[in-house]
């Protein structure tokens, strides 16, 4: 895990501070050790600028109070970028730097990315200087579009994004486009917006012309939505990633468990198969058993994972491992289907699939009485949650798994509709999740795991496929992208419904 990081901002709640423009909670354990928050008490200090330090992952996790900042040592200026680290507002221009004051170290707050236009930095003033700066606020940029034809919903922006399909692909180094919420200064707003993902993002003045993204896209119906660059790519290599994260020690224990074939067949215990059904080590592969389902024409009970998992239709499958113990037979698989009818003919493009990779693997019928609904280690699950494609509601739904490999991960869905080329085809999937900052949503071995809401409810959301580490989002480090589609959509191709 990385050092310490210490950070300052002013306390919005009991144990929540703002910093950089979001809003940071602060707890005294570990991350690994989340299943049971402990607060950091900030609540004597509610709208006092504090100092704090601890292990920086979305939240602060180790977290401690270093010290209560003097109100009057602290303030924040609105004003123009007129420089690489100058602001100069109401008062005159102030140079921005993130050291402190009396630190021998020279380090400006870069500020070119927002040359021109209006942004609020908070730090501490001295003189004709910000120490300690951070950005808290920029100011949208006004578009003159009516606001009444701004989309709305999902399928909206399906709509915008397949009518100007040849400007995102004029975009320089164009790896792909997902639908989500357009982000500023790591803040979410409220603004639907087609993400387009570029090898690396840079300052908007070396960009030529021709190869920027437009700032709006409209649709043929006069719809419009704004766009989103962010810099995305793959690892050349697995050796090229950041290691992961070591696994809490609740977690081990959940992986031991999962592969022990001590708990029962559940959802996210480990499934062994072996690839053309030639019974060699070179051709051995693990995955996860998704949730338990039952078909609809007939009643056999089975489990539900990924047709990479399940290979093909006849294919023994194992648990905990090859060739013991035999547990039940591949009986239906798809990977791909047509855009236009998974997305119910909001849109048509050529030579475009989905990539569904599901599949049913029917549980022998002596063993059918064993298996088990829910998930181990997170427990009963709720109704099925079908995405609703025509409002914005499955973005930013937190959520929480298991699988074999990293055992129970939270994480949160960020977009839909993600579409990269494959070669000569255009290929979808319905959402990309990412894990908790500093935290492996997925990794191999984990495909075919169900996701489900983290809340009470824990309600089947979407079936997980793939992931990568990647670079999502400006400012951010390496992050977990896994790869899912709409579990209601892969249960309703197979005729297959949650066993109760």
């Given amino acids: 895990m990385p050092g310490i990081e210490t950070i300052?901002?002013?306390?919005?709640?009991?144990?929540?501070?703002?910093?950089?423009?979001?809003?940071?909670?602060?707890?005294?354990?570990?991350?690994?050790?989340?299943?049971?928050?402990?607060?950091?008490?900030?609540?004597p200090?509610?709208?006092?600028?504090?100092?704090?330090?601890?292990?920086?992952?979305?939240?602060?996790?180790?977290?401690?109070?270093?010290?209560?900042?003097?109100?009057?040592?602290?303030?924040?200026?609105?004003?123009?970028?007129?420089?690489?680290n100058t602001i100069e507002g109401p008062d005159g221009r102030f140079d921005c730097y993130r050291h402190g004051v009396r630190e021998s170290v020279y380090l400006p707050l870069n500020l070119s990315e927002y040359m021109g236009r209006t942004i609020t930095v908070a730090g501490e003033r001295s003189g004709g200087s910000l120490y300690r700066a951070s950005i808290v606020a920029v100011a949208e940029i006004t578009i003159d579009r009516p606001a009444d034809k701004e989309a709305?919903?999902?399928?909206?922006?399906?709509?915008?994004?397949?009518?100007?399909?040849?400007?995102?692909?004029?975009?320089?180094?164009?790896?792909?486009?997902?639908?989500?919420?357009?982000?500023?200064?790591?803040?979410?707003?409220?603004?639907?917006?087609?993400?387009?993902?570029?090898?690396?993002?840079?300052?908007?003045?070396?960009?030529?012309?021709?190869?920027?993204?437009?700032?709006?896209?409209?649709?043929?119906?006069?719809?419009?939505?704004?766009?989103?660059?962010?810099?995305?790519?793959?690892?050349?290599?697995?050796?090229?990633?950041?290691?992961?994260?070591?696994?809490?020690?609740?977690?081990?224990?959940?992986?031991?468990?999962?592969?022990?074939?001590?708990?029962?067949?559940?959802?996210?215990?480990?499934?062994?198969?072996f690839v053309d059904g030639i019974q060699d080590d070179d051709h051995a592969g693990i995955g996860t058993a998704g949730i338990a389902v039952r078909r609809k024409s007939d009643g056999v009970i089975g489990l539900l994972t990924n047709q990479h998992v399940a290979d093909a239709p006849g294919r023994r499958i194992y648990h905990p491992w090859h060739g013991y113990f035999r547990i039940g037979t591949t009986l239906r698989t798809r990977t791909f289907e047509y855009d236009q009818i998974w997305y119910h003919h909001v849109i048509d493009e050529t030579r475009s699939y989905v990539r569904c990779d599901c599949a049913f693997v029917a549980i022998q019928s002596h063993l059918q009485h064993y298996v088990q609904p829910g998930l181990h280690a997170i427990g009963q699950t709720g109704e099925l949650l079908s995405i609703d494609p025509d409002s914005m509601g499955i973005i930013g739904q937190r959520v929480i798994s298991v699988g074999r490999t990293r055992g129970v991960q939270r994480g949160t869905i960020v977009a839909y509709a993600y579409e990269f080329e494959d070669e000569h085809n255009s290929i979808y999937t319905d959402l990309l999740i990412i894990g908790e900052e500093g935290q492996a949503f997925s990794w191999k071995g984990d495909s075919g795991k169900v996701i489900v809401t983290d809340d009470e409810a824990h309600r089947p959301v979407a079936l997980l496929w793939g992931g990568w580490q990647e670079r999502l989002r400006h400012g951010r480090e390496q992050e977990n992208w896994t790869y899912a589609i709409d579990l209601a959509k892969a249960l309703q191709l197979l005729d297959l419904e949650l066993l109760p």
């Fill in 152 to 273: 709305r919903s999902l399928n909206d922006l399906l709509r915008i994004r397949a009518a100007n399909r040849p400007a995102i692909e004029a975009v320089n180094g164009n790896l792909g486009t997902a639908l989500g919420f357009k982000w500023s200064n790591n803040q979410r707003t409220e603004h639907p917006c087609v993400i387009i993902f570029v090898p690396q993002k840079t300052l908007p003045w070396l960009v030529p012309d021709q190869d920027k993204a437009p700032e709006i896209l409209e649709g043929p119906d006069g719809t419009w939505c704004y766009t989103d660059v962010v810099t995305g790519g793959k690892a050349v290599s697995l050796e090229a990633m950041d290691p992961l994260p070591p696994l809490s020690w609740e977690n081990r224990q959940i992986v031991a468990e999962l592969k022990s074939g001590r708990v029962g067949l559940i959802g996210g215990v480990q499934l062994a198969f």
């Fill in 8 to 43: 300052q901002g002013r306390v919005t709640g009991p144990n929540s501070i703002l910093y950089q423009g979001r809003y940071i909670d602060c707890w005294t354990i570990s991350m690994q050790a989340a299943v049971s928050p402990q607060p950091l008490d900030l609540s």
């Fill in 45 to 84: 200090h509610v709208g006092k600028i504090v100092e704090v330090n601890g292990h920086l992952h979305g939240d602060l996790w180790d977290a401690r109070l270093v010290r209560v900042i003097e109100e009057e040592a602290h303030g924040e200026i609105t004003g123009t970028v007129v420089g690489f």
